[in-house]
């Protein structure tokens, strides 16, 4: 069993920044795949980033060259920095977590992100 909790959603204004950090608990950190998941408008729950233990990073379209994540294995937390930040970006940013060979997936309950115009 996993948790996931999200903290570092907000209001920002178009072109800036935040950081939202995820902590984990409940299973080795670092044999856990750790995504950031979003629900933007009229979007159903896309992938944006991905990190494996390892490090290996994998970005959304929509969000490559911006979004940048991150792990701290001994910390137990996955972090995304997202840079020039667009109204578009608004929405519901969750993280998640799987084990591979595992059938279980682990989501935090999310947290929102608003970028004005």
């Known amino acids: 069993q996993v948790q996931l909790v999200e903290a570092g959603g907000g209001v920002v204004q178009a072109g800036g920044s935040l950081r939202l950090s995820c902590a984990a608990s409940?299973?080795?950190?670092?044999?856990?795949?750790m995504s950031w998941y979003r629900r933007t408008t009229g979007i159903q729950r896309e992938v944006i980033a991905t990190i494996t233990g390892g490090g290996t990073t994998n970005y959304g379209d929509s969000v490559k060259g911006r979004f940048t994540i991150s792990r701290d294995n001994a910390k137990r937390t996955v972090d995304l920095q997202m840079n020039s930040l667009k109204p578009d970006d608004t929405g519901d940013y969750y993280c998640?977590?799987?084990?591979?060979?595992?059938?279980?997936?682990?989501w935090g309950k999310g947290t929102l992100v608003t970028v004005s115009s």
């Open positions: 409940g299973s080795i950190f670092s044999n856990i795949v």
């Open positions: 998640h977590g799987r084990i591979p060979g595992d059938l279980m997936n682990y």
